[in-house]
Every structure is written in C-alpha cells, then in structure tokens.
C-alpha cells in the first residue's frame, strides 16, 4: 500500500493550506486515515485523523485550526490548515489504521513539508 501526501509548501503565518493523501494498492476503504507530523528536533505525533464512518479527532493543538476529511469511500483524505503558526512547521505523513491505534505510512513513508515564517 502507498500513501501519497502532497500540498505541503511555505506559507505566511495566519495562512491556510490543503494536504491531500490518496492511498493506492487497497481496494476495500480503509476504517481509519490519518495526518500525523514531525517537526525538527521531535517526534512525530497525530495530529488528525477520520474514520470510514467520518469520526474525527485533533490534537489540541491543532483543534479549532486543522479540518480533516474522507472523500466518500475513497481512499483520500484531506486536510485543511487555517490560523498557520510558525510550530506547525513540519513534515505531514498520511497514514492508514484497522483500529486507530497502530498506524501504517505506506511502503514509501513521504511526506509533505510545510514550513510557516513568522
């Protein structure tokens, strides 16, 4: 399985951005997917993910600013970043979960940079 995310870029502090993730070499619809990031220096963390029947959760420090959603029962998801800080600076992953508690990135392991200046 490959997961693809893509949109990641350089953005003003208080901008928005939209990654998208599309998961390939799965034909049944995924239970849950899921932006985790790593910013230099740390761990990664969750920062957001959906589940097949659109049951969302965020990491506080990102609730209120970050939207994540499925396209249908597609294997895509999507997340719109509004209110950028500069500590949203990271590189997002996508990944994939039967239950939400082991989390898969796909034989690739990529993800998308975003930097946000200040």
């Known amino acids: 399985v490959q997961l693809q995310a893509s949109g990641g870029g350089l953005v003003q502090a208080g901008g928005s951005l939209r990654l998208f993730c599309v998961a390939s070499?799965?034909?049944?619809?995924?239970?849950?997917m899921g932006w985790h990031r790593q910013a230099p220096g740390k761990e990664r963390e969750l920062v957001a993910f959906?589940?097949?029947?659109?049951?969302?959760d965020y990491a506080a420090s990102v609730k209120g600013r970050f939207t994540i959603s499925r396209d249908g029962d597609k294997n895509s998801v999507y997340l719109q970043m509004n209110s950028l800080k500069p500590e949203d600076t990271a590189v997002y992953y996508c990944?994939?979960?039967?239950?939400?508690?082991?989390?898969?990135?796909?034989?690739w392991g990529q993800g998308t940079k975003l930097t946000v200046s200040s």
């Open positions: 070499g799965i034909t049944r619809s995924i239970n849950y």
């Open positions: 990944a994939k979960s039967e239950y939400g508690s082991i989390w898969y990135f796909g034989s």
């Open positions: 959906i589940t097949r029947g659109g049951v969302t």
